[in-house]
């Protein structure tokens, strides 16, 4: 619920293309005068945009077709966390959203990112053994089986 998540905050920022699919924009919500200096520090730093109609559609577009979507987002990246809990080598905290998180040894990480490029299969590494994986709208639950099919051929290769 997004009003337990707001609770006890002044503010929140909702991004349209992540998780919706349009091609850029975000909205900030809070009381008017947070709003109000929000805008100022927008104009002073540059922010503003002219003309952004056709933007503004493709995010009210999103709105109206992609947010009861999200719900499987949030599913594959159960099904991808659950598949990869069951590899050898890979540590998963368990999803919250359409993120997931896995701890691996570094070695690990190395011959995945190398393999999973040459597969055109898209995650973050980042130092010292972690992987983030996203899941969203253009992927779909053939996407997450191949590529926990191709983590596990990795990992649990000699």
Partial sequence: DVACLAEGFDSV?????KGLGAPLGSVLVGDDPLIARARRWRKMLGGGMRQ????AAAGLY????????LAE????AKALADG???????????????MVFVE???ELAIRLSEALRDLGIAASFWPGGRMRWVTHLDVDRVAVDEA????????EAP
């Avoid at 952004?52 to 933007?55: F, K, R, T």
């Avoid at 987002?73 to 594959?76: G, M, Q, S």
């Avoid at 926990?148 to 990992?155: K, L, M």
Wanted: contains cysteine; charged residues 15%.
């Fill in 52 to 55: 952004a109609g056709i933007v």
């Fill in 13 to 17: 920022s909702v991004c349209f293309s």
């Fill in 84 to 98: 990869f809990s069951g590899i050898k080598g890979l540590t998963v905290t368990p999803p919250q959203s359409n």
């Fill in 73 to 76: 987002d949030h599913a594959n």
């Fill in 62 to 69: 999103a709105l109206d077709h992609h947010v009861e979507r």
């Fill in 148 to 155: 926990i099919a191709a983590v596990r051929e990795v990992a």
């Fill in 104 to 106: 691996l040894a570094p």
